[in-house]
C-alpha cells in the first residue's frame, strides 16, 4: 500500500507522526522528495489486513496530527503565559517577600487561639510563686 | 519496493537522507549491530545501506522490516516535536 502525501500540506513532522501510529500494524518505508511529494509503503503485519482501510486510517492520523499542531500553535502563547506565572508566583513568596512569610507566622499563631468563655483551657501546673506571694515561715529566725 | 533489494542473507536498501537523517541510519545500525553487518554508501542525496545478516536466528524480510520501522521510530523521537 503506497499513500502519497503532499509536504507543502502535511509537513514532514505531522508524517513521521502519522507513520509512528502505524508501526504495530505494519512495516513503514517513506520516500520521494520531501519538497514536492512523499510516498509512504506500508507493509501490513497481519496479511488478511485490508489495504484500502489502512490507507484511509493513515489518512485520518494525518489530519489528526496536522489539527493537533496548529491547535498546539494556537495555544503557545496561552501555555507560556500560564507557565510563566506559575514560576514566578513560588519566585516571588521565595526569595522576594520575607515580610509575608512573617505575616504568615503570625497569621497561624491566631489561628491556635481558641475562644474559652468558660474558662476551661487553663494551663495544670500550678502558678509560678511571686516574691511577695512567698510564705513567710520560710523566712530566717534571726 | 523499488529502493528495497532483499537476497538470502544480503539486503540493499536506498534512504533519502533527506527523510532518514544519516546520523540516524547510523544510530539504528548500531543498534541493530548483533542482527546485521552493514556498510553506508552516500549517492547524491541517497543512503544506500548494504546489510548482511548475521543472525539466523530471524529471516532477512523480517529483520529488514524491523530494522526500518526501529529507524523510523527514532527519527521520529529526534526529529519530531508533535
Known amino acids: 500500500m503506497i499513500v502519497s502525501v503532499n509536504p507543502k ?18 512495516y513503514i518505508l517513506i520516500d520521494g522528495n520531501p519538497e514536492e511529494e512523499i510516498f509512504v509503503q506500508i507493509k501490513p503485519k497481519n496479511k488478511k489486513e485490508n489495504l484500502e482501510k489502512l490507507g484511509n486510517e493513515f489518512n485520518n492520523e494525518l489530519v489528526n496530527y496536522a489539527v493537533y499542531v496548529v ?53 495544670w501546673s500550678p502558678p509560678k510563686e511571686t516574691e511577695n506571694e512567698k510564705p513567710k515561715n520560710r523566712e530566717k529566725k534571726g | 519496493m523499488r529502493n528495497l533489494k532483499i537476497g538470502k542473507r544480503r539486503v540493499e536498501i536506498k534512504l533519502n537522507s533527506n527523510l ?33 545478516l548475521n543472525s539466523k536466528k530471524v529471516s532477512i524480510e523480517e529483520a529488514t522490516y524491523n530494522f526500518l520501522n526501529y529507524l523510523l521510530a527514532e527519527i521520529k523521537n529526534e526529529i519530531g516535536k508533535v
Open chain 1, 71 to 123: 491547535q498546539a500553535s494556537r495555544n503557545q502563547p496561552l501555555r507560556k503565559a500560564i507557565i510563566e506565572r506559575v514560576l514566578l508566583t513560588n519566585t516571588i513568596e521565595d526569595e522576594e517577600c520575607p515580610e509575608c512569610k512573617e505575616e504568615e507566622s503570625k497569621k497561624e499563631e491566631e489561628n491556635f487561639i481558641v475562644d474559652d468563655p468558660l474558662g476551661i483551657a487553663k494551663p
Open chain 2, 20 to 52: 532518514y537523517p544519516q546520523i540516524a541510519v547510523e544510530k539504528a545500525l548500531m543498534d541493530f549491530g548483533e542482527v546485521f553487518s552493514a556498510t553506508i554508501d552516500k549517492v547524491d542525496e541517497n543512503l544506500l545501506l548494504t546489510l548482511n
Open chain 1, 9 to 26: 500540506i502535511y509537513p514532514l513532522e505531522i508524517i513521521y507522526s502519522a507513520a509512528y501510529v502505524f508501526l504495530d500494524k505494519g
